[in-house]
T-cell receptor
């Protein structure tokens, strides 16, 4: 079945720097890749997603890139702010398994002022 | 506010007991998903219902069951509870016909503590 690996597990950056989180997936037929942000004790919040027919998507300071050949996708956050501090999860939906989200292990991002 | 409502927010009970978690999806969403989040297992998919029918299943224990009612709300039943069942249980919902690539929006979760 689908397996999603996420790196790094922790990431510390200075305010204003960029942060990059990377994920790889195993099922080449997966076609939807969302990213969620989860603050402590709160729900996962969808921040951006990308479908397999697109290579890159941007939303203000956040961007996601997808390399289908290499089966990896990345989250890029520019001009980081302290409020970006949270755990970020990547996920993938395997082909023909309804909407089953397979999550990566999570990355704890800390933005230091 | 995601529009997905989960009750109760917290649940404390003992081993061997049975509990029911409830979820109301966003208005118009036909699919409901249940996820378990624990420290050692991360976010794990349990089960999906679409318009009352089971659509996909994860590694859900036999002691756990779920259903989606005609008004589209869903309930997750956990029985013969064990200490290891302590976790955050999230419900999510999405629009569309239960196919993949539809954004899923999460509720605030139910924190289950087994004593």
């Amino acid at each position: 079945g689908e397996n999603v690996e996420q790196h790094p597990s922790t990431l510390s950056v200075q305010e204003g720097d960029s942060a990059v989180i990377k994920c790889t997936y195993s099922d080449s037929a997966s076609n939807y890749f969302p990213w969620y942000k989860q603050e402590l004790g709160k729900r996962p919040q969808l921040i951006i997603d990308i479908r397999s027919n697109v290579g890159e998507k941007k939303d203000q300071r956040i961007a996601v890139t997808l390399n289908k050949t290499a089966k990896h996708f990345s989250l890029h956050i520019t001009e980081t702010q302290p409020e970006d501090s949270a755990v970020y999860f990547c996920a993938a939906i395997p082909y023909n398994q309804g909407g089953k989200l397979i999550f990566g292990q999570g990355t704890e991002l800390s933005v230091k002022p | 506010d995601s529009g997905v409502t989960q009750t109760p927010k917290h649940l404390i009970t003992a081993t061997g007991q049975r509990v029911t978690l409830r979820c109301s999806p966003r208005s118009g969403d036909l699919s409901v998903y249940w996820y378990q989040q624990s420290l050692d297992q991360g976010l794990q998919f349990l089960i999906q219902y679409y318009n009352g029918e089971e659509r996909a299943k994860g590694n859900i224990l036999e002691r756990f069951s779920a259903q989606q009612f005609p008004d589209l709300h869903s309930e997750l039943n956990l029985s013969s509870l064990e200490l290891g069942d302590s976790a955050l249980y999230f419900c999510a919902s999405s629009a569309g016909q239960g196919v993949s690539n539809q954004p899923q929006h999460f509720g605030d979760g139910t924190r289950l503590s087994i004593l």
